[in-house]
């Protein structure tokens, strides 16, 4: 009995695992969860929270929206960020629906190829944007003053699991 058990626990497991491996990346359930992660992120949670955070044109949230390039602008996705209890908190991820304001928000965009490099570290956003890895559009000066927690989101990429081999829907 208990080695059933063991194999059917290790069957939904595995079927679990192969669910969220099947999310392609920044699909709207995979941005969903970006925005879970982010808010176990200290480094994005905290060190967003003072000038970031309240640089929202008066809204009240920010906005950052993503794609990969090679499956196009069609596929684009969002992350609302919101001072919440002092922190700079998700409040929302998935399919972009909002006109970003490119004075506090942030669109970025980059080969499929250049998120899995930066998800696994392998070089930061100041590289990326500079040899032109990552498109960018939005307030680049207070993005390079926020450069760690920059990266931190970056790195997301390569936390939250995510199907490279096709394009969101």
């Known amino acids: 009995m208990k080695t059933t058990s063991l194999i059917i626990a290790a069957g939904l497991l595995a079927a679990a695992a ?20 982010w808010n176990k992120e200290t480094t994005l949670t905290t060190g967003l929270a003072g000038d970031w955070i309240k640089n929202d044109n008066g809204r009240g949230y920010k906005i950052i929206q993503m794609y990969r390039t ?21 409040v929302y991820g998935g399919r972009a629906q909002s006109t970003p304001d490119l004075k506090v928000d942030y ?9 899995t490099e930066m998800g696994k570290g392998e070089y930061g956003p100041m590289k990326g944007m500079m040899f032109g890895r990552l498109k960018f559009a939005g307030p680049k000066m207070e993005a390079m003053s926020v450069m760690g927690p920059f990266e931190s989101f970056l790195l997301l990429v390569g ?9 969101p829907k």
């Open 18 to 37: 192969s669910a969220q491996a099947a999310t392609p990346l920044m699909s709207t359930e995979w941005t969903a969860q970006a925005c879970d992660a």
């Open 70 to 90: 090679d499956c196009g602008d069609a596929y684009k996705t969002e992350m609302k960020i919101a001072g919440k209890d002092g922190k700079a908190m998700c």
């Open 107 to 115: 669109v970025m965009h980059a080969e499929t190829a250049r998120w």
């Open 159 to 167: 936390k939250v699991p995510g199907d490279t081999a096709v394009c």
